[in-house]
Every structure is written in structure tokens, then in C-alpha cells.
């Protein structure tokens, strides 16, 4: 297959609003030996792309300044080490950054399958948020079967994973969402009950749920809720922060913390370590995809946006009106 000596990205101009996203060529990228270099058929927008677009999240070194942590597509070359994977097998890939292009070099060890029964195009939904709701709810926090979690932004594309995965694996879940929509949605997916954040107190209504408290909350909010999931715990709880919404600097009473044994902890995913990113990948091949397969749990797609539409579907994010993924797809995968 010849490939074309440049691309279409889209680059960040320089740290601002979704305007800043501009369509640009770029040289196509060359595999490195470990690598794979996948033909994309769509990219999954996060909002660590926004935070990296506002300039609080800086790509790390080595790694494309081009935005996008996750795709789906084609492996169109391979490197010389490579040997799972070959020419024409159709992946989808954690990345750290390039997804915003015709073409991204993936790791061999951090590309998947595509889940039997699923479109290509969808699968780009999975990597980015399958892979840290599985490290941050069942490896950090060892959520079992059995147990109440508590999932702040239910309706996101992290929140919609989280419940159905969640459910899907023995789990009670409590849901926070801002509109009445949002909650019926998380609750369609499996949360025994949604409160609207909006209307109502997430700790009084999830202590009524489950008087004893929550055992795990995935948190990606912070601010004011960082003192809230104090309350809201049961005894040895654990609290996973995965972004602060709302900020990540507060004053807090950490007595709840002693009194209760809590435990705080929180990751990010991008500059993990390769091996450490490979790890977890091997844990969502055998949990999770098995899920999909068999039709417990499925990526939820609010929009879809052209490649070079991607100022539009980051001004969708930050409105937070989506429920669900948002994904740019490639222009060639177009009607």
C-alpha cells in the first residue's frame, strides 16, 4: 500500500477555545519498531483533549502534540518487532496524542481487537475510557461484586462506561447527573437510582439508598464534592479522583478520612509507563470486551463530528449537553 507522504491534522494554533482547532498537513508518521500505523476510522474526543487544547494538560515527551488518546481503524504498516498484529487487521488503540488524524502509530501492546458485534467506527469510543475505568475502579480501588459505587457525571463518556461495566460485573450503582435526561439515562444503563445534582443532594439521597454508605466513589469532579464523598463513604471506602471539574485546590476536614479509614487515590492514564499502560490493556481484552460480546455493555455515542469539525464537537463537551462519547470520523469514513 502507498501512503501518502502528509496528512490531514488538526492542531491546537495555541492554548484557547475550540476555535483554536485548526485543520493543518502534517508528515504522516512512521512506525518505530513496537509500533503499528493504523489508517483511522474515527477518534474518541476526551476531556483531557480539551484540557491539552486549553493548555493545562501537555502532551508527554515524546508524544505527538497532535490531540486524540484513542482510535479505531486499520493497520496499514507495522513495525519490525511487531508480531501480533498484521496488515489490513482492523484495532482500536490507546494513543498519547495524534488521534486527530488520517493516520496515528499505535504501541503493538496497547492496540485491541475489535469486540465481535461492534462497528469499527463505535469501537473508537472504548480504549481511553475502558482503560481507566477498569485501572481506577477494579485495579486501584479493587471494586467487587456486591459493593456500592458511587459515579459522579453518569452521563459522560467515562460515567456511561463505568455504570454498565460496573453492573455488568455484580456492582450496585449510584449515579450523579445534571438533568432529569441525563439520570434516565444512567439509570436505562443500570444505576439502581440517578440523582440530579441539580435538584437534590447526592449524599442524603445516597445514604437513603444505601444507609451504611457508598464503598467506592469515582469521582472526576473535586471542588465542593471532595468534602460531600467524605460523608457520603462507608467505613473503608475508597475515593478515586480521575479530574477536578471543579477545581483540585479546596480546605477540607480530613477527620472522615481517620474515623473512617478512608482511602484517596487517583490516577492519570497518558503518562503511565508503556508497561504499566500494557497491563491494564491485557486486564480490558479478558474482563471487559467479553462484556461487549455478549451484550452487557456497549459504548454510548452522543454525536459524531467530521475530522475537521473538531472545534464543533470540543464546543459540544464543554457545553456538557452530551451523554455519552463524542467521535470525530475520519473524512474517508464519511457517507
Not at 496528512?7 to 503499528?36: A, F, K, M, W, Y
Not at 469499527?120 to 475502579?137: D, G, Q, S, Y
Not at 457508598?214 to 460531600?228: A, F, N, P, T
Amino acid at each position: 500500500m502507498n501512503l501518502p507522504v502528509t496528512q490531514v491534522s488538526i492542531e491546537i494554533t495555541h492554548p484557547g477555545g475550540p476555535d483554536v482547532l485548526q485543520p493543518c498537513q502534517r508528515h504522516t508518521p512512521v512506525p518505530n519498531d513496537n509500533q503499528v500505523l493504523i489508517e483511522v476510522a474515527a477518534a474518541g474526543v476526551n476531556r483531557p483533549d480539551v484540557f491539552q487544547r486549553l493548555g493545562f494538560y501537555p502532551p508527554p515527551p515524546g508524544a505527538s502534540d497532535i490531540p486524540g488518546l484513542e482510535v479505531s481503524g486499520t493497520v496499514v504498516a507495522i513495525g519490525s518487532a511487531v508480531t501480533h498484529w498484521a496488515l489490513g487487521d482492523e484495532v482500536c488503540a490507546l494513543l498519547s496524542g495524534g488521534g486527530y488524524s488520517q493516520y496515528a502509530v499505535a504501541q503493538e501492546a496497547l492496540c485491541l481487537s475489535i469486540p465481535k458485534g461492534l462497528s469499527l467506527t463505535n469501537a473508537a469510543a472504548l480504549p481511553e475510557t475502558c482503560f481507566t475505568v477498569w485501572h481506577n475502579l477494579f485495579e486501584r480501588a479493587e471494586l467487587k461484586a456486591g459493593e456500592w459505587l458511587l459515579v459522579h457525571g453518569g452521563a459522560s463518556g467515562i460515567g456511561t462506561t463505568a455504570i454498565q461495566m460496573a453492573t455488568a460485573l455484580g456492582v450496585n450503582v449510584i449515579a450523579t447527573a445534571g438533568s432529569d435526561e441525563k439520570c434516565a439515562m444512567c439509570e436505562t444503563l443500570g444505576a439502581v437510582k440517578a440523582i440530579n445534582y441539580n435538584d437534590c443532594d447526592f449524599v442524603s439521597e445516597s445514604l437513603k439508598i444505601t444507609p451504611a454508605g457508598v464503598d467506592v466513589i469515582l469521582d472526576m469532579v473535586g471542588g465542593d464534592y471532595v468534602q460531600k464523598n467524605f460523608s457520603v463513604c462507608a467505613p473503608k471506602a475508597r475515593i478515586v479522583s480521575i479530574a477536578f471539574l471543579r477545581g483540585s485546590k479546596v480546605e477540607i476536614d480530613l477527620m472522615p478520612v481517620m474515623l473512617k479509614q478512608l482511602v484517596i487515590t487517583g490516577s492519570t492514564l497518558r503518562a503511565q509507563p508503556l508497561e504499566h499502560k500494557a497491563r491494564i490493556a491485557k486486564g480490558v481484552q479478558n474482563n471487559v470486551w467479553p462484556l461487549i460480546e455478549k451484550q452487557h455493555f456497549k459504548p454510548i455515542i452522543d454525536h459524531t463530528f467530521s475530522l475537521t469539525q473538531a472545534s464543533e464537537a470540543h464546543a459540544l463537551m464543554e457545553s456538557n449537553k452530551n451523554i455519552g462519547k463524542i467521535l470525530l470520523i475520519a473524512e474517508s469514513e464519511i457517507g
